[in-house]
């Protein structure tokens, strides 16, 4: 700050530290050749995914006389509110860390910069952090529409135009919305409440937008007639959203008819709420800042974890306070354990998406149909278990953060942590999978075979997937973040999910020889013993064998690296 007049700094400057730092901290990683490799192929492939089926889709759309580009513009106006809703919720959970809980903020304040200044820099950081993944997610989307409508490099430019006050927006509510919490609550305690209400209403976006089945606009002969179609296909529209307004920009050129006043709404009402954000900040910011410096009150003479010491008295001293120890830091965090409404919801749509699958069309076709759903059922729940172990197990290492160097330097037993977190990771994700394979299994109605074949697989898949995410998680940790939600997110939790998807995969290749042969000797009308000799032997053994070593590999690679630390 030397030499620093005031108001000199601009937007900048301050933005300055934070481009270097990451720029030397990508320099300085011996594996940022492989990490940028793969994570581009990676990004690559789920591009093309998502181009491929959106562009199918408006091909479709098109194809169909009358309300074509009716449906194309309603597609891209959804996927425009589902952006826009998960921007809002972003950018308020993100503006508490940038404004008001970041490290670098007493140096800052304590400087003579402009206090406009601040709120652009922070702001645009908060666009960053919170608005990357959509940004990305927008690519394939504008790309599919551009070239099923054979537009231009003109389209796209404007796509970029329409983008830029569309990020602005959510950005700059998100920070008036934290603003005004922080004013009434403590940071800390703010950030918690965020957090809850941030989860909740995620989880009702996604309820609600399942349950009101959007698969039926591409399907017409569901409704009575065409006026009762075209009701549904205009809802939830609103010419007060912008994602509407971005929608009938983009939709107008494709269509050749170009209305430039949505676009200008759109630019308008950008930097009216950002003036309004300015303002907002000059007012209120300073007592909140310093209301976010005060401590969150901590409750004296809280409660043991009583049911741990008569559950686990037979146990070690060391791993009874090891799992009291993890069940109190996971409880303590309320973006942690808030997160299980989310999860909850989840396995709610989950299960209601197979109960409403059209499988009964015959009796010899629903047999097999059934049948084969609920084996392919198997991977997509292992799936979602393999997601949930991503965000609660493979952080596990890394949350012990600096303390780790306390852990190891004292006679503790490496492997004894190791096993404390393991097992406190998987009994709750056997809790998730059995009644999700279960309930699933239950609804189709499958034979009684298919069902204890899936259902023992999903138990020895969901021990395997728990030692994944612990090894990976060991072997790639980081230490010194303080976002638990940015670790399963690194470069070791996108390799730990392709190593879940492969392992996945494996089990079901492994499988589908016995149960193809039992499905295959019902069809015939033999009995099922016919089949229960060498494709069911061989089967079972090769998915028990790839389990345990996919249970005892990564376990110890990640022991044998947290042994090797060194903090001196």
Same mark, same amino acid.
Not at 58 to 87: E, H, P, S
């Given at each position: ?174 920070? @008036?919305? /934290?603003? *005004? =919490? +922080? ?7 703010? %950030? #918690? ?5 941030? !989860? ?116 070690? @001293?060391? /791993?009874? *306070? =090891? +799992? ?7 409880? %303590? #965090? ?5 997160? !299980? ?228």
């Amino acid at each position: 700050m030397q030499g620093l007049q005031p108001g000199t700094a601009g937007i900048t400057w301050l933005l300055r530290p934070k481009v270097t730092g990451k720029l030397a901290r990508a320099r300085t990683d011996q594996g940022r050749v492989f990490k940028t490799v793969v994570l581009g192929l990676v990004g690559l492939f789920f591009w093309g995914v998502i181009f491929g089926v959106i562009w199918r889709m408006l091909l479709y759309f098109r194809n169909t006389q009358g309300v074509g580009d009716l449906l194309a513009g309603k597609l891209l106006g959804l996927a425009l509110l589902v952006f826009m809703g998960i921007l809002l919720l972003s950018n308020v959970i993100t503006s508490l860390s940038t404004f008001f809980l970041a490290q670098d903020l007493d140096l800052l304040m304590a400087s003579p910069t402009d206090a406009l200044k601040v709120y652009g820099a922070r702001l645009v950081e908060t666009i960053v952090n919170s608005s990357w993944m959509v940004a990305l997610l927008a690519v394939p989307l504008f790309l599919a529409y551009g070239v099923a409508y054979g537009a231009g490099a003109t389209f796209y430019a404007l796509a970029l135009l329409v983008m830029v006050p569309f990020l602005v927006l959510p950005a700059v509510v998100g920070a @008036a919305v /934290t603003l *005004v =919490l +922080v004013n009434v609550f403590p940071a800390r305690r703010t %950030r #918690d409440l965020l957090a809850l209400i941030g !989860l909740l209403a995620a989880a009702g976006i996604v309820a609600v937008f399942r349950f009101l089945r959007p698969e039926r606009l591409v399907r017409p002969e569901e409704f009575r007639d065409l006026v009762d179609f075209l009701a549904i296909l205009r809802t939830p529209s609103s010419v007060w959203l912008p994602n509407e307004w971005a929608s009938s920009s983009l939709m107008s050129f494709l269509n050749g008819f170009f209305d430039p006043f949505p676009l200008f709404l759109l630019l308008s009402t950008a930097a009216a709420f950002l003036v309004m954000g300015c303002w907002l900040h000059l007012r209120f910011y300073p007592p909140g800042f310093s209301r976010a410096q005060e401590g969150a009150t901590r409750r004296e003479h809280r409660s043991r974890s009583r049911w741990v010491e008569v559950v686990f008295k037979r146990f070690p @001293a060391r /791993t009874r *306070v =090891l +799992v009291a120890k993890e069940i109190r830091v996971f409880f %303590r #965090d309320s973006t942690q354990w808030s997160q !299980l409404f989310l999860l909850g919801v989840l396995v709610v749509v989950y299960v209601y998406n197979v109960k409403v699958l059209p499988l009964y069309t015959g009796e010899q076709v629903s047999f097999l149909l059934i049948n084969v759903v609920s084996f392919l059922n198997l991977g997509l729940a292992g799936f979602v278990v393999a997601a949930i172990a991503a965000r609660f197990v493979y952080p596990a290492m890394s949350l012990e953060g600096r303390m780790m160097w306390l852990l190891r330097s004292s006679p503790l037993d490496v492997k004894a942590l190791f096993w404390s977190k393991y097992w406190v990771g998987t009994l709750p994700l056997l809790a998730v999978a059995v009644p999700l394979i279960v309930a699933t299994n239950w609804i189709l109605e499958v034979s009684p075979l298919i069902f204890a074949l899936s259902t023992g697989t999903m138990v020895v898949a969901t021990f395997t997937l728990t030692a994944l995410a612990l090894g990976f998680g060991a072997l790639y940790p980081n230490y010194e973040t303080d976002n638990v939600a940015e670790i399963p997110t690194s470069f070791g939790g996108l390799l730990f999910m392709m190593a879940a998807v492969g392992y996945l995969a494996g089990v079901i290749v492994l499988e589908a020889w016995p149960v193809y042969s039992f499905l295959s000797a019902n069809l015939r009308g033999e009995p099922a013993r016919n089949f229960l000799t060498l494709p069911f032997v061989l089967g079972i053994a090769g998915a028990t064998t790839l389990s345990a070593v996919a249970i005892v590999v990564p376990l110890r690679a990640g022991m044998r690296k947290v042994g090797a630390l060194d903090f001196q």
